[in-house]
């Protein structure tokens, strides 16, 4: 007999994360009935999804007013495809302003709900905690900090340690990819995955490595795009002819093995920084939006820095400029003290070592799907059968 479970992913990380748990769960719990929202990465596990990440994605406070019409009737469709199914488990990915929402519906239907990888409630919006623990049945969070955040709640938190971990520790083991570098010292560009973020972030990370390049002539750039779209983008947005260095190169579903064989990288705030960390890779954090939204940001936000990478080590351990800030002679100053044999570069990669150790052991999936099963088999089989 089928068992339904509810899961919902509204990115194309949230995606790739549950996938890499139902991958866990399922010689745990066989014949799991997965439906919901999600990408690839879930139909490849065979989830029956009503929308897709694509369809989900949003990228700042008015585009998500402008389309809060869809996202109204997609919740209902939702709904109204758990009152067909009936799942006693519902697992939510991220996603807060959606799923947190949903999770309250849930509840009022008896359904069992655990939240893997938690909003950031620790850097904004705190009155989310009490409404997470009136809702939520079990937390999974992936930072070694987040527990105490939800300390003095009803809420079970259990710390499973981060997923890149093990993606980390597969791409140091493995051969080296081929990315015909030309030159040294060795730079990744990362400048986001959004179209909106790449053409905030690119023009001043272009312009920051044409001041490198005339310090270092010799220098070698790869910017990381995670797919052929966001390559086309990024190729498109250069082709402007804004002045940048003439040794690069974009590629394509490597920012991995870029971040293992750079010498230092120029990345965007978000997961990626944890990524350049668990690779050993020295970095340049920064960010740059409209200015509404970094104003806004600067309201809600409560952390005193945005790569997380610094967050977790609790000191700037990396270079972070951010908004007006973040122009090209401030990143390449930051950048170039991590390039040679300096005291700032062994020291950076000592933190970084460190980084890594805080992050948990590998595993952070068949952990997180060993107390999904323990879930699932209560809320599905009677007390005492």
Not at 61 to 85: M, T
Request: aromatic share 6%; glycine share 8%.
């Amino acid at each position: 007999m089928s068992t339904p479970l509810l899961v919902v992913a509204g990115e194309i990380s949230g995606d790739m994360h549950a996938a890499g748990l139902l991958r866990a769960l399922r010689p745990l719990w066989p014949g799991l009935d997965v439906f919901g929202i999600g990408g690839e990465a879930l139909r490849e596990q065979g989830a029956d999804l009503l929308y897709d990440v694509n369809d989900m994605a949003v990228f700042g406070l008015p585009e998500a007013l402008r389309r809060l019409p869809f996202f109204r009737r997609a919740f209902r469709d939702l709904l109204r495809e758990v009152d067909k199914r009936k799942p006693s488990v519902a697992l939510l990915v991220d996603y807060g302003g959606f799923n947190l929402r949903l999770a309250r519906e849930l509840k009022r239907r008896g359904i069992r709900v655990i939240y893997f990888i938690s909003p950031q409630v620790w850097a904004s919006r705190p009155g989310r905690i009490p409404v997470m623990a009136e809702v939520i049945d079990r937390l999974l969070v992936i930072f070694p900090f987040e527990p105490e955040v939800f300390a003095g709640t009803r809420l079970k938190v259990n710390y499973v340690g981060h997923p890149l971990v093990d993606e980390a520790e597969a791409v140091l083991a493995a051969p080296a990819a081929d990315l015909s570098w030309q030159g040294a010292p060795r730079i990744a560009l990362l400048p986001g995955s959004r179209r909106q973020e790449i053409d905030r972030i690119l023009p001043v990370l272009w312009q920051a490595a044409a001041r490198i390049e005339g310090l270092h002539p010799a220098v070698s750039f790869r910017i990381a795009a995670p797919n052929a779209e966001t390559a086309r983008h990024i190729e498109a947005k250069l082709a402007q002819g804004t002045l940048g260095p003439t040794n690069w190169a974009v590629q394509t579903a490597q920012t991995r093995q870029i971040l293992r064989q750079a010498d230092a990288a120029f990345v965007a705030s978000g997961t990626a920084t944890v990524e350049a960390a668990l690779l050993r890779c020295p970095m340049v954090v920064t960010y740059r939006t409209s200015p509404f939204m970094y104003l806004l940001g600067k309201r809600l936000v409560r952390v005193p820095y945005i790569g997380m990478v610094n967050l977790i080590a609790g000191r700037e351990l990396c270079p972070e400029r951010i908004q007006d800030q973040a122009t090209p002679q401030s990143l390449a100053a930051a950048m170039l003290p991590l390039l040679g044999d300096t005291e700032e570069r062994h020291r950076t990669i000592d933190g970084l070592a460190s980084i890594a150790e805080k992050l948990g052991p590998p595993g952070a999936y068949a952990r997180a799907a060993e107390r999904v099963a323990h879930d699932i088999e209560t809320a599905v089989r009677p007390a005492g059968s």
